[in-house]
């Protein structure tokens, strides 16, 4: 007798991961040393603080012995100034002396924090061989959607579904006079994967950082994920990433845990320029920009060599110019999409305007769920190479 089975949830009591005592340090460890961007002495320092109010450590392991993990897993090594040895990443002292030693983190602990940062926002995203940005265009693809369709004269031998068209041909002509013709045939469709170019533009203006509020640590940690994600689901994507102040130059990937804002006012056309600059040298067919800023653009450098600054309101002259680069990467084929973190309405109306010049996306957002935002858009903006 056949018996039915109910199916639904069952709920157990939450059970912490049985993690080891290094394990608990290093996970609020990667998230400070984030914090303060590379600088291990004041992340320890934290971790001191945290560890005297909630008792993080115990007699049996300490923060000492913590560090010391650190050092035989790789991911500091200690440098001494002149006058004293040189620690190298193997952990051998050199020739001793009195010098001061510094410790820094090593490429292996670079790497961690940003397959965290990848972690903690897009969630966990298996390794893909190529890059696959869907075109929408279905024919002679090669990715596999799933779906069939009927044979048309012109497909290759290796899209029809041997399957699916064997059992078209015992429905239409039966087991007993087994025959297979045209109207049999069944394909499997197929998509093409286009491959994309992308530069990450990041404000690092002394805005950032004002009215108590961390905004330039968010933004890296996206920098940080994007990076990550591209290079290990995208392989064939293009990343480049690149600050913007007074000036704007690019920074490397793996410089993209010891960014800090400096006292800069911001030129959002010089990031611009040399965003598209970046892209101009790229032979994918498909580009974009991605910008994240909190403030107005309030800086410009003029062609002497000057800077022409102005901080109150928007700078008819400064905004003129940050449309007329909207413009120009319209008429390149780059879409600009601007992630700006203010609700301020004046700015919000700029950056509608911004984006109408260059017909790109605009998202007015918080902190929270800015690396959220990019992944999806990322992930979603799949158009047809243009011509």
């Not at 992308?198 to 950032?208: A, E, F, G, N």
């Not at 968010?218 to 290079?231: D, F, G, R, W, Y």
């Not at 780059?334 to 509608?352: G, V």
């Not at 911004?354 to 992944?375: D, P, R, S």
């Amino acid at each position: 007798m056949a018996m039915n089975l109910r199916k639904g949830f069952r709920f157990t009591s939450y059970e912490a991961p049985n993690l080891s005592p290094f394990e608990k340090l290093f996970e609020i460890f990667q998230e400070l040393i984030t914090h303060t961007s590379g600088d291990f002495d004041e992340a320890i320092d934290w971790l001191r603080e945290l560890d005297k109010e909630y008792e993080l450590t115990t007699d049996d392991y300490t923060i000492d012995d913590f560090i010391e993990d650190l050092k035989a897993k790789g991911y500091i090594r200690e440098e001494f100034e002149d006058g004293g040895g040189q620690m190298g990443e193997e952990g051998e002292e050199g020739d001793g002396g009195s010098g001061k030693g510094t410790i820094s983190i090593t490429a292996k602990l670079e790497r961690m924090i940003r397959q965290r940062a990848l972690d903690q926002i897009f969630g966990k995203i298996k390794r893909s061989g190529s890059g696959n940005h869907k075109t929408g265009k279905s024919g002679r693809g090669d990715e596999h959607t799933g779906e069939f369709r009927e044979y048309r004269y012109g497909d290759g031998l290796d899209c029809i579904s041997m399957t699916e068209s064997l059992k078209n041909a015992q429905i239409n002509h039966g087991i007993g006079n087994f025959m297979l013709d045209e109207g049999d045939l069944v394909v499997e469709d197929t998509q093409y994967k286009a491959q994309m170019s992308t530069v990450l533009m990041i404000d690092i203006s002394h805005s950032m950082i004002l009215y108590g509020e961390d905004r330039i640590t968010p933004a890296k940690k996206v920098a940080m994920a994007l990076a990550e994600l591209i290079t290990t689901r995208y392989p064939k994507d293009t990343l480049d990433i690149l600050v913007f102040g007074n000036d704007a130059w690019p920074i490397p990937i793996k410089d993209l845990p010891y960014l800090k804002v400096g006292p800069y006012h911001t030129n959002t056309v010089a990031g611009l320029q040399l965003a598209m600059d970046m892209l101009r040298r790229k032979r994918n067919t498909n580009k974009q920009i991605f910008m994240i800023t909190d403030g107005k653009p309030s800086c410009l450098r003029m062609p002497d060599g000057t800077y022409y600054k102005n901080s109150v309101g928007l700078d008819d002259y400064i905004v003129e110019k940050c449309y007329a680069m909207a413009s120009q990467a319209r008429k390149l084929h780059i879409p600009i999409t601007t992630f700006m973190i203010a609700q301020d309405p004046y700015l919000m109306q700029f950056i509608r305007e911004f984006t109408q010049a260059n017909k790109g996306k605009a998202f007015y957002t918080g902190l929270k769920g800015l690396g959220e935002m990019i992944f999806e858009d990322y992930e979603n903006n799949r158009r047809k190479r243009i011509k």
